[in-house]
């Protein structure tokens, strides 16, 4: 919990120390009827200034700098703010925007418009300094395309006039948002920092889908990881359509209707794919919470996809409504999570919790509200992806470990199944096991193997004598023995009472009766209680049949046959026999 606290206060302090930077500190300077005095504004010092406040307007005219110089304006538009408030039913169509301003002499400026409506012409001290799209008079004279403008000047003796031509047939809502002033250092900085947060977001999303493409291919049961890497995807399209709009500087004929419906729907199918994503980690998602936002996500894409952006855009009121019941109902669910105290519910909580926070911002935003220099929830979205990388991380290493141990559970008990409960040789079942599949060898590629049958010799005396947990012990010792001493590759079972077989693999008879021939010995040498002499007896079978059952009968004849001779010995099969049993 400590380390997952350390990254979210990470987290927030590089979004503090980032909004702090690009907070406008200086509130009290505004535009008065369309003149703003900076002349003793100390741009070094204080940064980036938005030119906020009332800017003349020429409402259903499209003028240039010569056109106004005899002009005086018949009202004043408030920027930021909204067109609709301030022009009530006129608010679309054309207009003219005039500032004058007083700065510093000597001195690169740079000028920074974020967005402008759907088109705009921008003079700096009557000199053309750039164009988006182009303005027009009626729709279809008009081309929108949302993208910066970005123009650097000298003044004219501490004098800047900025005209800007704008045009808006495709705005629902239309806002002018602040627009900003400062050294040419500093909105250079500005532009770069921008397009670097995007490429930032871009880069490290793609490297997180690659992540979590790979674990989705090792547990395509988790389609949390699909869902994930989705969202993903559409966090970096908003980073490539909105705020610098890196796509239209490839692309600048791009048309503004593609802009809008990615835009759109980014945001529309974003919604679903998450409570999606959501109710696979966690599971006991409510079913009405799912529904909804698939309806939702049906419903409204489908009318982005197949009307024009001033007809969905209308039905953003009604939208909103929904996916704040949907963010509601989600709250709630991860809330309960929380109190359930269900692993990594509480960085979801936070990460859904920064969503909504920078949602909220961008609502703000959108309307012309100041409070913040830019959109937030691409950022908002990334510090999701990061919190939710982490948590789906955490669940993938436990998830991991889980198999491991249960693998290794499963192995354990595996091991049980097979071997004798006393002596930890392989039990009888097993060795059978491996019988069969000496043969089945055997017959497909005439693999030789050898079997050795042993007793240990007056087991029953021992027992009788000395009791059964010394006779457990004798058993132990000599399966001990066993496993220390013999190779690798061989097999060693319990088959009986007190008998034990082993398996030569690829072993001449030769060869098995020397190792025999060491155990015997070394068997008879060891000291299990100073008043037991444990001794063995045993049969040496080279197998030459196609029958299992044949082999064990082979070799326990030899067995029985040791005993007969006196035990504590080794009995070989001998060519001779083995032509005679064929």
């Not at 979210?8 to 302090?13: G, Q, S």
């Not at 802009?259 to 994503?277: D, N, Q, R």
Request: aromatic fraction near 12%; charge should be negative.
């Amino acid at each position: 919990m400590k380390k997952i606290m350390n990254i979210i206060v990470l987290i927030a302090l590089i979004v503090g120390i980032y909004s702090f930077f690009h907070m406008r500190k200086v509130k009290n300077l505004q535009a008065i009827n369309g003149n703003m005095y900076l002349d003793k504004y100390d741009f070094a010092g204080q940064g980036i200034i938005d030119l906020d406040g009332q800017w003349e307007i020429y409402n259903n005219e499209l003028l240039t700098p010569e056109d106004l110089k005899n002009r005086k304006p018949d009202q004043y538009l408030t920027i930021p703010g909204n067109l609709k408030e301030q022009l009530g039913e006129n608010n679309a169509g054309y207009m003219t925007l005039k500032l004058e301003i007083e700065v510093p002499k000597d001195v690169i400026y740079g000028f920074r418009i974020k967005r402008l409506l759907s088109a705009s012409k921008l003079w700096v001290n009557g000199i053309v300094q750039g164009e988006v799209g182009k303005v027009g008079k009626s729709y279809e004279d008009e081309k929108a395309i949302y993208l910066p403008i970005y123009s650097y000047f000298m003044p004219e003796d501490g004098h800047i006039e900025i005209v800007i031509q704008t045009s808006d047939y495709r705005e629902v809502f239309p806002t002018i948002q602040s627009m900003e002033l400062g050294l040419k250092d500093q909105i250079i900085n500005e532009s770069l920092i921008a397009s670097g947060i995007d490429f930032i977001i871009f880069g490290g999303l793609l490297v997180i889908e690659l992540i979590f493409i790979s674990l989705y291919k090792r547990m395509p049961n988790k389609k949390s990881y699909l869902f994930f890497v989705i969202l993903c995807l559409f966090i970096q399209l908003r980073c490539l359509f909105l705020n610098e709009r890196i796509i239209v500087h490839f692309f600048p004929n791009m048309p503004f209707e593609l802009l809008s419906k990615t835009a759109a729907l980014t945001y529309y199918l974003w919604i679903p794919v998450y409570v999606f994503f959501i109710k696979d980690v966690f599971t006991n998602m409510n079913r009405r919470t799912v529904m909804i936002s698939s309806m939702f996500s049906i419903i409204f894409g489908g009318i982005c996809l197949f009307t024009n952006n001033t007809f969905y855009d209308k039905l953003s009121v009604p939208g909103e409504i929904i996916v704040i019941i949907i963010a509601a109902d989600i709250f709630a669910f991860l809330i309960k999570k929380v109190k359930e105290k269900e692993q990594n519910s509480i960085i979801s909580l936070i990460a859904f919790g920064g969503l909504i926070i920078t949602g909220v911002n961008d609502m703000l935003v959108n309307n012309g509200l100041p409070y913040v220099g830019r959109y937030l929830f691409q950022i908002g979205m990334f510090i999701f992806v990061l919190l939710e990388t982490y948590s789906l991380t955490l669940n993938y290493t436990y998830q991991v470990n889980k198999t491991k141990i249960l693998k290794e559970k499963n192995k354990e008990i595996y091991e049980k199944s097979i071997r004798d409960g006393l002596t930890n040789l392989y039990n009888r079942y097993y060795i059978d096991k491996i019988l069969d599949d000496m043969i089945d060898e055997y017959i497909e590629s005439g693999a030789i193997f050898t079997i050795m049958m042993i007793d240990v010799d007056f087991f029953k005396h021992i027992n009788d004598t000395y009791g059964h947990l010394c006779g457990d012990k004798v058993l132990m010792d000599i399966s001990s023995f066993l496993m220390d001493n013999l190779r690798k590759t061989d097999f060693i079972g319990r088959y009986g009472g007190e008998e034990f077989i082993i398996i030569f693999p690829h072993t001449r008879i030769q060869e098995a009766n020397k190792i025999a021939e060491n155990i015997r010995i070394s068997i008879e040498a060891l000291q299990v209680d100073e008043h037991i002499k444990v001794t063995i007896s045993g049969g040496l079978y080279e197998n030459n049949t196609k029958v299992k059952q044949l082999a064990i009968q082979n070799v326990d004849k030899l067995l029985y046959l040791a005993k007969e001779k006196g035990r504590n010995r080794i009995e070989v099969m001998e060519e001779e026999e083995e032509e005679s049993r064929e």
